[in-house]
């Protein structure tokens, strides 16, 4: 079975760190593109970070995380991280892993999602 399972989720404060972890199974995981989204209450899905497993782990971040979050990738695990520093408030929101073959447009495989709040 084709599927991937985020954790890693947690309750921190701002300026504080997570890292999200997410786990692989079922797909060729070389030659993938794996992105993080996340969605806030009442607000679109946007895309905070993606890699290429196979393009020689060439990442992507948008301007409003670049420089705090960092993604990665454990081949021999499977497993794409997202480590993400100085945490704003507006950070807060379901968290999801998806994944596509590489050179398709498309993410095919979505996972469940992992809840990160960020309160003072």
């Known amino acids: 079975e084709v599927q991937l399972a985020e954790s890693g989720g947690a309750l921190v404060q701002p300026g504080g760190s997570l890292r999200l972890s997410c786990a692989a199974s079922g797909f060729n995981f070389d030659d993938a593109v794996i992105g993080w989204f996340r969605q806030a209450p009442g607000k679109e899905r946007e895309e905070v970070a993606c890699i290429s497993t196979s393009d020689n782990s060439r990442t992507y971040y948008p301007d409003y995380v670049k420089g705090r979050f960092t993604i990665s990738a454990d081949s021999t695990q499977g497993t794409v991280f997202l480590q993400m520093d100085s945490l704003k408030p507006e950070d807060r929101a379901v968290y999801f892993c998806?994944?596509?073959?590489?050179?398709?447009?498309?993410?095919?495989?979505w996972g469940q999602g992992t809840q990160g709040t960020v309160t003072s």
């Open positions: 998806a994944g596509r073959r590489f050179g398709r447009s498309a993410y095919e495989i």
